[in-house]
């Protein structure tokens, strides 16, 4: 099984970006507008379209205010196996260090979800930094 982890530094409050992780069902307007470009909820999974075309099924499997831990799979005839879990973390400068972790087979699938992830967290970082607000003025 292919393990891929990310971690990046986001200038936003942590609460801030807890929040928005934490919104299941506002991907697409509120965490990473842009890479996604739409999200419906479906009882306890979320239905995701991606900037690519792509539609995924993720279902919530834990979110735990406590930890800022959010943890999701994919069920496809594609995907054998996907979880997921994201976490927000304080840093002492008051920004937030987001670590992402999905583990996926088939191994061949690993490439593309990594590379997925990193334009998730360009968006993410875009959307959420502190300068956000300015350059959408």
């Known amino acids: 099984m292919a393990s891929i982890h990310k971690e990046i530094l986001i200038d936003a409050n942590p ?27 479906d009882g306890d999974a979320r239905i995701v379209t991606f900037s690519n075309g792509t539609v995924a099924r993720e279902i919530l499997v834990d979110c735990d205010d406590s930890k800022r831990r959010l943890v999701y799979a994919i069920v496809s005839e594609r995907i054998k196996q996907h979880s997921a879990s994201a976490q927000v973390f304080a840093e002492s400068d008051g920004r937030t260090r987001f670590v992402w972790i999905a ?31 300015q350059r959408a003025l």
């Open 15 to 41: 609460a801030d970006v807890w929040d928005a992780l934490r919104d299941f069902g506002a991907l697409h307007t509120r965490l990473v507008p842009g890479f996604v470009t739409d999200t419906k909820l």
């Open 103 to 133: 583990d996926v087979l088939p191994n061949e699938i690993a490439p593309y979800m990594d590379g997925q992830m990193d334009l998730g967290l360009l968006a993410m970082q875009k959307a959420l930094g502190r300068n956000a607000a």
